[in-house]
Each structure stands twice: as structure tokens, then as C-alpha cells.
């Protein structure tokens, strides 16, 4: 079973080599002193979606699709005319490889690609159990990134966990709050708007349908 | 330009028609597409295209026009895609000397015009797209895209960035740049709206709405609860503990009418007792979940309770 977990985090473009080729920084460059060693190279083709189609392997996968296909990258997806500045969704290699900082876990996705989840993704949340009755639990969500901030829940649902909650990931227990990931298609109903990444980027909203859907 | 060219992809292109090099560029690179100079000639452009339609194989009976036009809509599979530059600082999109402003009342009657003889469903189109430099870049431009979506019944998409040559291909606007337009839909959906309330919801019975029983068919078996039953059944319900469920509702195995002052509210039995699905907000708002703490103490009042007659 393939699966690779994706990490939002913020870029800010600093070279283009292509349509899809590029180098960026993952803090404010400004910061940085410009400092191009700091420049990570990616290439916004290498997709989730590129490897559903069979264009790639899921070993080569960098990066989520844009947020007009159904991902939750922001910047690009093509250049000229793409953006510059916004979320860039890398997968777990991609992270290691160019030694990146992983955020929380409302700040990652999981993608399956074969095996019983087959295209799945279950987006990550800070959440909380408040009870249980039968198969259902009374779970309590945050918005993606508000979740470590002193913001309200986005609601209270009556949720089934296990057809709704990556199986791979162990569910909260009662009472505190903790990660939950779960799917696509339930988070939808659920919650509006995406994480905030760069944190000074108005909301976008949540994603409806993803990529490959 | 024959009319089955125009017809035959899944972008209908209409160019301005200006002595422009870059416009130009664009219309052949394109291929086929109509050339218009002003809201007369795209009329006719269009009523002549879609009498084609009427005629092609496979169209449906003019004389049920308005219904073919709604089958029609239902599997539209084409857009609209007016090709021009922006001008006026509200970056207006132009075709010749028009342009396309929805708070000009000239320009409302053309489409008006259009969305009356049902044009755009005829000719198969979803989707008109003003692909100008920046059509949706200022307050106007977007407003002039909300309001023709509202006028046309179609989705209709701008672009707040700058285009060119190189976004096109044989055929229309590539779809791989489709990330630049931003649409009606998008603009006029209201941010951050709360899906729910952030906390479970409490079971007020004071404040549950009286359901007209005659009105409403019940989806399953009906028993109507005195007002002793009633009490022994909400005795059974966590009240602090309600919450809607994502998803399609779970149907519900009985349909219980309780007495209130001056009516009946009604609840639904699911998932097996487990939970009582009430109605705070009315039938047609979705239902909330309240959990039921001994489903088989509620199985055996329902059991004593009498069955409604069916109003089918």
C-alpha cells in the first residue's frame, strides 16, 4: 500500500527555471538576507495527481496539487502568470531530503494511491472526542490551523471514526483534544476554509473535491 | 468560418475584432472562431450558431424549446470564451468599441436578450469566460461577472491576472492556464461561514417548532406518544448532547409524533434506537442528533404506543 503524507508549508518563489521548475525559500527572504543557498529546487509537475494519472511514480512525488485541481498548493502551478508567494504541500521524501522542518499535524494531509484506501486523502485536524454512543463519536473540530490558537472550534459533529478516520493514525481519546485525520470527503461537510499559510494570507476555502476525484 | 468548426471543441472562441496585432495573434493561433466588433454582431453570431445546433443531428424539437434548452443545459460540455482587451482603469473587457459593462443597461439587454431565447443552453455552453487582462480585476469588473451569472444562469469567469498568445492553443484558452479565472461562483461565496455551532447543541423542548402531522409524510412506520410517553422518552435523551451528522441522514426506523403545546413535533428513531433525531430548526433544516441512553427502554415505549393511520 502506497501512501505519502504531505506537509504545508509556506514559500515565497525565488528563481523560475520553467513552466513548472522553480527554486524557493520557505521563509520570508527578506529575512533571509536573500540568501540563494537557502533556495530549495521543486517542481510543481511532480503532483499527486501527475502520479494517480501514471505520469510519475509515487516515489517521485514532491508536491500536492494546486488549489484549481483540487490540492493545496498555492503558488504556481505554472509560470508566467503563476503566483509566487503562498502554501506549498511537500510530500514526506521531498521534506527529509531538502531537511525541512515538518509542521503540526493540522498542517499535513495523507494521501493513499493503491491498496484498500485507494485515492483517499484524509486531512489533518486538531479535534476532540467529547463522547461516544454506538459506532458513533461527538466529535469537536477546529478549523486546519487554528487548532494551537485560543479560536472556537468549528463545530460539533456526530462522526462514525471508522469510515471517516485515517485507519493508519490512532483516533483521539475522550476528552483532550488531539490530531485527527480524516477523509476528504467528510472534512468537506465540516469545515471552510484551509489552513492560513503564509500566516499573513487571507483564508482560502477548504478544499471540495480532490485531486483525481 | 463553417459552423461545425466553431461547434466541434469544447470552447466556442469569439475574438475582437480590432486591427490588433496581439488579438490577431491569438485568433489564429485558436483556429476556428468568430470575429465580432460589438453586441449586434455577436448576436447574430451566436443566434445564427445556434439555429446550427437546432439543425444538427440529434437536436431536440424546436418546438419544445424551452425544454430542449434545459435538457440541453444539463449536458452542456462547452464554454463561451469572449477574447479581448481590457480598458477603462475598471478593466472592462471589449469586443470592437462595446464594452462589456453589466451596469450599462445596453449591455443588460444583450444578454438579456441572449438568456431569453435560451442561446447558451441551445449551443451547449456552461460557461462564459471574459478573457481580458485583469477582467476581474477591479470591483466593477467583478460585479459586471456576478451579474451576468445571475442574468445568463451560467457560471461566468474573469481573470485577475494578465493574459496573452501564450495561454492559447488550437482550440481556445489551454485549460492548464484555467488556474489564472477566477469565477462568479467564488466571488460571491461568503467567507468563513460556520458550518455549525462550535459546541453540541442542548435539547430545548420549549423551543422545538410545532410540525403540521397532515403535511409531512412520514418515511416510515408513525406512533403518536402521549404526553406521558413523551416525558418517559426525552427522560431517555442525553439533552446536552446533540449534533448534526455529515453525509446523507440515516434513514429512520420509526417516526414518532410528540404532543406540544398547540401541535406535534416530530423526532425519528435511527440507528437502531441509539439516537433520536429532532428537528430544532424546523423539517427543513437537517436534523440533530441526540443520543439515546437505553435504546431498549425506548424500544419498549414505542412498543405501547399507537400506530398512526397513514396519510398516503
Not at chain 1, 36 to 51: F, G, M, N, Q, W
Not at chain 2, 178 to 195: C, H, I, N, Q
Request: contains cysteine; glycine residues 10%; hydrophobic residues 40%.
Amino acid at each position: 500500500m502506497s501512501k505519502v503524507t504531505f506537509y504545508g508549508l509556506p514559500a515565497w518563489v525565488g528563481a523560475i527555471h520553467g513552466p513548472t521548475a522553480c527554486e524557493w525559500w520557505d521563509h520570508d527572504p527578506a529575512q533571509l538576507s536573500w540568501d540563494r543557498s537557502r533556495l530549495h529546487p521543486l517542481d510543481l509537475a511532480k503532483t499527486v495527481s501527475a502520479a494517480l494519472a501514471g505520469q510519475i511514480s509515487v516515489a517521485q512525488v514532491e508536491v500536492d496539487d494546486h488549489a484549481t485541481k483540487g490540492g493545496r498548493t498555492t503558488i504556481g502551478p505554472r509560470w508566467p502568470g503563476g503566483a509566487t508567494i503562498g502554501a506549498v504541500w511537500v510530500s514526506e521524501s521531498y521534506l527529509q531530503a531538502n531537511q525541512l522542518t515538518a509542521p503540526s499535524h493540522e498542517f499535513q494531509l495523507i494521501q493513499y494511491f493503491d491498496g484498500e484506501q485507494q485515492n483517499r486523502r484524509f486531512y489533518g485536524f486538531q479535534a476532540s472526542v467529547l463522547q461516544t454512543q454506538n459506532q458513533l463519536s461527538l466529535v469537536q473540530l477546529w478549523h486546519p490551523g487554528t487548532g494551537a490558537t485560543a479560536a472556537p472550534p468549528a463545530g460539533t459533529w456526530w462522526l462514525d471514526l471508522s469510515a471517516s478516520a485515517d485507519p493508519s493514525t490512532p483516533p483521539p481519546g475522550a476528552g483532550q483534544p488531539a490530531p485527527l485525520y480524516l477523509d476528504a470527503k467528510a472534512a468537506s461537510q465540516l469545515v471552510t476554509v484551509d489552513p492560513k499559510i503564509p500566516t499573513y494570507v487571507g483564508t482560502l476555502p477548504f478544499p471540495s473535491a480532490p485531486p483525481g476525484a | 468560418m463553417e459552423d461545425p468548426a466553431l461547434l466541434a471543441g469544447p470552447h466556442l472562441s469569439v475574438v475582437s475584432a480590432e486591427p490588433d496585432g496581439e488579438l490577431q495573434r491569438i485568433a489564429r493561433t485558436i483556429g476556428p472562431c468568430v470575429t465580432v466588433n460589438g453586441p449586434r454582431a455577436l448576436e447574430a453570431a451566436l443566434t445564427r450558431l445556434a439555429a446550427a445546433a437546432d439543425r444538427a443531428p440529434g437536436a431536440a424539437d424546436r418546438s419544445a424549446d424551452r425544454t430542449a434548452a434545459r435538457t440541453a443545459a444539463r449536458t452542456a460540455t462547452r464554454t463561451l470564451d469572449l477574447i479581448g482587451h481590457t480598458r477603462t482603469v475598471a478593466s472592462l473587457l471589449s469586443l470592437g468599441d462595446w464594452r462589456i459593462d453589466a451596469a450599462d443597461p445596453a449591455t443588460v439587454a444583450v444578454f438579456r436578450e441572449l438568456a431569453e431565447r435560451a442561446v447558451l443552453p441551445r449551443l451547449g455552453i456552461h460557461a462564459l469566460r471574459l478573457l481580458g487582462c485583469r477582467s476581474a480585476g477591479s470591483e466593477r469588473g467583478r460585479d459586471t461577472i456576478c451579474r451576468l451569472a445571475a442574468l445568463l444562469g451560467v457560471e461566468v469567469a474573469g481573470t485577475r491576472e494578465l493574459l496573452h498568445a501564450g495561454n492559447y492553443g488550437p482550440g481556445g484558452f489551454r485549460d492548464e492556464w484555467s488556474f489564472l479565472l477566477v469565477r462568479a461562483s467564488e466571488l460571491r461565496r461568503p467567507p468563513d461561514e460556520p458550518r455549525g455551532p462550535p459546541g453540541p447543541r442542548t435539547l430545548e423542548l420549549a423551543a422545538l417548532p410545532a410540525i403540521a402531522l397532515a403535511a409531512h409524510a412520514a418515511p416510515c412506520p408513525r406512533r403518536i406518544a402521549s404526553e406521558h410517553a413523551t416525558r418517559r422518552i426525552l427522560a431517555l435523551v442525553r439533552r446536552a448532547a446533540g449534533a448534526c451528522m455529515p453525509g446523507p441522514p440515516p434513514p429512520p426506523a420509526i417516526e414518532l409524533a410528540l404532543p406540544l403545546r398547540g401541535g406535534h413535533h416530530l423526532a425519528h428513531v435511527v440507528l437502531d434506537g441509539g439516537f433520536l433525531r429532532l428537528y430544532p430548526d424546523g423539517m427543513a433544516r437537517p436534523g440533530v442528533l441526540f443520543p439515546v441512553g437505553d435504546p431498549d427502554a425506548l424500544h419498549r415505549i414505542i412498543a405501547g404506543l399507537p400506530a398512526a393511520p397513514d396519510p398516503r
